[in-house]
């Protein structure tokens, strides 16, 4: 989608997404609009591929969002400039990351040609974060969810890896992946860490993200990774809670998208939450990857609210946009959230399916958890 397209998008709603309904010749105009009990944001994604920046952000505005995920500092000026704010930073620069850069450029690592992509992995995932892709693991095929094919293919929903559920990794993870069950990486990750929450202190951003880290054949138990993520974040939840920011350990599904992924179940992520006991160190709790590997999500929202700290939406399965052709009943899970006092951000991160929208998508999303 080229500009034009983009704005000719923004103008209006078209196919592919619900649409609210306008008043009726003769009918008396709508309420006024209530003040909403849930703050939204977006991600890159949502506006689909090839929107320009500056446009998604006036857009956003527009549409009664608050703030953008995943954006890097040297973007925080144009988020600015339209009224949102920087809602979840990573704790890594980019080195360098080039203008407009969101979610999709890994953390820490250079800008270059993209390489191929690992298996079950999707374009925004931390899995090679600032190193080259590793080999395949022998017996795991391709998976992960979305279109097969080139761009604009077919839906392809129901892929699954098959193989261990293990990543596809020959070395460890770099200190800038963010990924804190390398006790090597600890040192330099607590300045990493330290500098982002100063960071983000100095400029309203109340998030910054961090992530477990992978299993590997071979490598360490998932208890030997939780005592590593509790020894770290508790390094540094001292200055998270001096400054105002909140640390934010991510939920991603190893099922389908993730293979490998040591916090991809809620009650290890709980686990590591209490261990810590701080008041800024919780989880970024993505309801599409929840929904894959524990389901039962407004019970493990309602049960765990105190450590929840932002949420992701996108609709299962496909992570597309939230609209009937997915399985999540969105607008109890957004009443859900609402009636537990949730005070943080629910970000959007879906991306929408071929033929929708991206406008009509995001104006659907954004009623849906006005409530």
């Known amino acids: 989608m080229d500009r034009r397209d983009f704005m000719k998008s923004a103008a209006g709603l078209g196919v592919g997404c619900l649409a609210a309904e306008a008043p009726l010749p003769g009918q008396a105009p709508a309420a006024a609009k209530r003040t909403a009990r849930l703050k939204q944001s977006v991600t890159r994604g949502v506006f689909g591929r090839g929107a320009v920046f500056e446009d998604t952000c006036k857009l956003a505005a527009e549409l009664g969002f608050k703030g953008y995920d995943l954006i890097y500092p040297q973007d925080w000026p144009t988020l600015k400039k339209y009224g949102l704010i920087s809602t979840m930073a990573y704790a890594a620069p980019a080195n360098p990351a080039p203008a407009g850069a969101g979610r999709g450029a890994a953390p820490g690592a250079p800008v270059q040609p993209p390489a191929a992509a690992s298996p ?12 080259p892709p590793a080999q395949a693991v022998p017996g795991q095929t391709r998976g ?15 892929n699954q890896p098959a193989g261990p559920n293990v990543a ?24 990493l860490i330290s500098e982002a929450v100063d960071n983000c202190a100095a400029n309203g951003v109340p998030n910054v993200i961090v992530f477990s880290g992978y299993r590997v054949a071979g490598g360490m138990s998932d208890q030997e990774a939780a005592d590593n993520c509790v020894s770290i974040l508790k390094r540094v939840k001292a200055r998270a809670e001096d400054k105002g920011v909140n640390i934010c350990l991510e939920l991603l599904n190893s099922r389908v998208n993730h293979r490998g992924y040591i916090f991809d179940h809620m009650d290890w992520g709980v686990e590591v939450m209490t261990r810590v006991d701080s008041t800024r160190v919780g989880i970024l709790y993505d309801i599409y990857h929840a929904a894959i590997d524990d389901g039962d999500v407004s019970r493990y929202i309602h049960n765990n609210i105190k450590w929840i700290k932002h949420f ?12 009937d052709d997915q399985e999540l009943n969105y607008r109890y899970i957004a009443k859900v959230i609402a009636d537990l006092g949730f005070d943080g951000f629910v970000g959007h991160e879906y991306n929408p399916s071929a033929g929708a929208d991206p406008t009509a998508c995001l104006k659907q999303a954004f009623e849906i958890f006005n409530i």
């Open 120 to 131: 079950g992995a999707r374009a925004d995932a931390p899995s090679v974060a600032g190193q």
């Open 168 to 191: 596809n990794r020959t070395r460890p993870s770099l200190p800038s992946s963010m990924e804190l069950n390398i006790r090597e990486n600890h040192d330099e990750q607590e300045k």
């Open 312 to 323: 992701h939406t996108a609709g299962v399965p496909g992570r597309y946009q939230l609209d």
């Open 144 to 158: 992960g969810q979305g279109r097969s094919g080139a761009p604009g293919g077919p839906p392809n929903r129901f």
